[in-house]
């Protein structure tokens, strides 16, 4: 049992033991990996293929599951590191502390987006980008979008999905317009409010946290920390509700095995959303 901070309550010391051990992992090659399999399972709605990771009921699920194994890879570096989450309703600046020298510095410079500062920046040769869908070697960030501001979502914002009681909803994709999970995701068509929640902060952040290879920028994982504490959060506001859909979807269903059902295993862990609903046996969030 171990705790997951909130970023901004980590003490220096706690900001660099991860830091070193996400750059092992990169030194070693495992953290190009992570990188790998989410492009792998980055599939959208109009493809073929199964869909566990986004646009679907499992996009909670299948990044518990992405978050745990990524945390277990830090910890055999340094036992006592854990994933902080990252509160964007709260720390909703870019002068945060998040995005400071000693920690996973700041925005892309002018131009090219290029990252200057910080332990993640190209030019200190310990971050290069591999394999990612743009042939760019440095971390690139636009935070918040200053040619065309956006801003993080707010708590209301953030309230009109977790107030909605029930998990997901037919076609369990990114058109369903109710449903917390999709809410919270953030897929909506049209206009401004096309990225809602999850989705607007990958959007704020820009550069490579825009695409497939999101998990390139190491605040992909404090952005998903905070995610999988709002799922948790969600169910414990509706203690009445339950994963949807909750049997395998009918032959006739043109998601019929796209999305995973409660009991259906997802890839590439054979995991199935049942095993994944309660987390306080491994960690807890602080609060
Ligand atoms: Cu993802
Ligand atoms: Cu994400």
Redesign the pocket.
């Known amino acids: 049992m171990y705790t997951r901070k909130n970023q901004r309550n980590l003490t220096s010391a706690e900001r660099r033991r991860f830091v070193s051990a996400v750059l092992a992992l990169k030194r070693s090659g495992e953290y190009d990996e992570f990188v790998r399999t989410?492009i792998a399972?980055?599939v959208a709605d109009g493809e073929d293929g199964p869909r566990a990771?986004?646009m679907t009921p499992s996009f909670f699920p299948?990044?518990r599951r992405?978050l745990l194994e990524f945390e277990r890879a830090l910890q055999r570096v340094d036992p006592a590191v854990t994933v902080p989450y990252w509160d964007w309703t709260a720390d909703n600046t870019p002068a945060a502390a998040l995005w400071s020298e000693d920690f996973l510095g700041g925005t892309g410079r002018a131009g090219d987006l290029k990252v200057m500062t910080g332990p993640f920046a190209h030019d200190t040769g310990h971050w290069t980008i591999r394999g990612g869908v743009t042939d760019r070697p440095y971390l690139m960030r636009d935070l918040g979008r200053p040619s065309a501001p956006i801003a993080l979502p707010t708590r209301d914002e953030l309230a009109w999905a977790m107030n909605e009681p029930v998990y997901d909803a037919a076609p369990w994709d990114s058109t369903v317009t109710s449903g917390f999970r999709n809410r919270l995701e953030g897929w909506m068509s049209g206009g401004v409010e096309r990225w809602r929640n999850h989705n607007r902060v990958h959007r704020w952040v820009g550069g490579q946290m825009l695409g497939a290879a999101?998990?390139s920028d190491p605040v992909f994982w404090l952005h998903?920390s905070f995610v999988d504490l709002l799922w948790d959060r969600w169910q414990r506001m509706h203690p009445d509700a339950v994963y949807l859909p909750r049997t395998r979807l009918g032959r006739g269903d043109p998601q019929s095995g796209r999305v995973m059902s409660l009991e259906e295993p997802m890839p590439p862990w054979h995991v199935k959303p049942s095993e994944l609903l309660d987390h306080r046996n491994l960690y807890r969030y602080e609060v």
């Open positions: 989410h399972h980055y990771a986004h299948w990044h992405f999101s998990p998903h």
